[in-house]
């Protein structure tokens, strides 16, 4: 039985409380699943209930569901190793020292300012990610940056010649046939995000600028689904369904482990990592911008998934973050009473 009282109390809470306008969640535990739909879709233009089926910006949730899992593939099948030069794939990268596991753990040190960024065109914003500079934290620091996997997207677009989300498509979503996660949602049946300065509100429309610009060749957003097919997704992370995902069960397990050298925050492929408060074992963790967050404990086969608008109608919603973070820390405090 699916308990879990105070984070379910806690999550349920953004909604009365107004931290967000609505809530899909969901625990699992071994086969068990308890899933709950709380509040409202959207209050801007229009009051709208919230549907259990609805279909969420998951942000960088694209990251790790979509982007990773390529390369997941590519390794698992002999064809790429992530001690590669980054710019063996793309020239106009010229630091030598930065490899793919780099990008994939964001300790690649790549960081810097571009100037009038929002107005680039997609030629000119890849022409400026690609040159930004590698500084001091190269190998020293983890910063989470969506410049790493916008340049994974683009080595993959050099090794299948064709838009990184189409590459997606094809090797990840059409073979688990998911037929709710898509870089192509249909307007009416997404929840919306931001309201934009001219009024529009951003619905089936990913909510990244960068994203928007790139369009399908973005690697680091864009990915839209909803609860029904996440939670597919997150038994096959947990070992429950072991024929969801085209990768095989030891891929999938090696990704409970760190990647990150030591001294440095602990991240996987992809994945960040937190880890039980009883034995200290990893559990894989990823949020979105938009207000999405998954919790994946393989040992124990249970999880977490959230799914907000919570920049809806405005981003500038702190509060948010740190109701995340109590929750994360709950769920793991109940994770241990469960088992």
Same mark, same amino acid.
């Given at each position: 039985?699916?308990?879990?009282?105070?984070?379910?109390?806690?999550?349920?809470?953004?909604?009365?409380?107004?931290?967000? /306008? &609505?809530?899909? +969640?969901?625990?699992?535990?071994?086969?068990?699943?308890?899933?709950?739909?709380?509040?409202?879709?959207?209050?801007?233009?229009?009051?709208?209930?919230? *549907?259990?089926?609805?279909?969420?910006?998951?942000?960088?949730?694209?990251?790790?569901?979509?982007?990773?899992?390529?390369?997941?593939?590519?390794?698992?099948?002999?064809?790429?190793?992530?001690?590669?030069?980054?710019?063996?794939?793309?020239?106009?990268?010229?630091?030598?020292?930065?490899?793919?596991?780099?990008?994939?753990?964001?300790?690649?040190?790549?960081?810097? @300012?571009? /100037?009038?960024?929002?107005?680039?065109?997609?030629?000119?914003?890849?022409?400026?990610?690609?040159?930004?500079?590698?500084?001091?934290?190269?190998?020293?620091?983890?910063?989470?940056?969506?410049? *790493? +996997?916008?340049?994974?997207?683009?080595?993959?677009?050099?090794? +299948?010649?064709?838009?990184?989300?189409?590459?997606?498509?094809?090797?990840?979503?059409?073979?688990?046939?998911?037929?709710?996660?898509?870089?192509?949602?249909?307007?009416?049946?997404?929840?919306?995000?931001?309201?934009?300065?001219?009024?529009?509100?951003?619905?089936?429309?990913?909510?990244?600028?960068?994203?928007?610009?790139?369009?399908?060749?973005?690697?680091?957003?864009?990915?839209?689904?909803?609860?029904?097919?996440?939670?597919?997704?997150?038994?096959?992370?947990?070992?429950? *369904?072991?024929?969801?995902?085209?990768?095989?069960?030891?891929?999938?397990? *090696?990704? +409970?482990?760190?990647?990150?050298?030591?001294?440095?925050?602990?991240?996987? @492929? &992809? @994945?960040?990592?937190?880890?039980?408060? =009883?034995?200290?074992?990893?559990?894989?963790?990823?949020? &979105?911008?938009?207000?999405?967050?998954?919790?994946?404990?393989?040992?124990? =086969?249970?999880?977490?998934?959230?799914?907000?608008?919570?920049?809806?109608?405005?981003?500038?919603?702190?509060?948010?973050?740190?109701?995340?973070?109590?929750?994360?820390?709950?769920?793991?405090?109940?994770?241990?009473?469960?088992?």
């Amino acid at each position: 039985m699916i308990e879990y009282f105070n984070t379910k109390h806690l999550i349920e809470n953004m909604v009365r409380d107004r931290i967000v /306008p &609505g809530v899909n +969640y969901t625990l699992l535990k071994e086969d068990q699943v308890f899933t709950s739909t709380v509040g409202f879709e959207s209050l801007l233009p229009d009051v709208t209930q919230l *549907n259990p089926f609805d279909l969420y910006d998951l942000a960088s949730l694209t990251k790790v569901l979509g982007t990773t899992n390529v390369f997941l593939k590519l390794y698992e099948a002999g064809k790429i190793n992530f001690s590669e030069e980054v710019a063996s794939f793309l020239p106009d990268f010229k630091d030598k020292r930065v490899r793919i596991s780099h990008l994939l753990t964001h300790t690649s040190g790549i960081k810097g @300012w571009i /100037p009038n960024r929002d107005q680039l065109n997609a030629e000119e914003l890849i022409k400026a990610l690609v040159r930004l500079p590698v500084t001091e934290e190269f190998d020293k620091k983890m910063r989470y940056a969506d410049t *790493n +996997y916008i340049l994974l997207g683009l080595i993959l677009e050099t090794i +299948y010649h064709k838009p990184v989300q189409q590459i997606i498509e094809q090797e990840i979503i059409a073979p688990t046939g998911l037929q709710n996660t898509t870089f192509n949602p249909q307007p009416g049946v997404s929840v919306p995000t931001a309201l934009l300065p001219n009024g529009q509100v951003l619905k089936g429309i990913v909510h990244d600028p960068k994203a928007r610009t790139l369009g399908e060749h973005c690697g680091s957003a864009g990915l839209f689904s909803n609860m029904h097919d996440l939670i597919k997704l997150s038994q096959a992370y947990l070992g429950i *369904n072991k024929d969801l995902l085209p990768l095989s069960q030891d891929t999938i397990a *090696n990704l +409970y482990e760190v990647q990150t050298p030591k001294g440095i925050h602990p991240r996987s @492929w &992809g @994945w960040d990592l937190c880890f039980d408060p =009883k034995d200290n074992h990893p559990i894989l963790y990823h949020t &979105g911008f938009t207000g999405t967050f998954m919790l994946l404990d393989r040992l124990n =086969k249970t999880g977490l998934i959230v799914l907000t608008n919570r920049i809806h109608p405005s981003g500038h919603n702190l509060t948010f973050l740190s109701m995340r973070e109590h929750i994360v820390k709950t769920f793991l405090k109940e994770n241990i009473i469960e088992y």
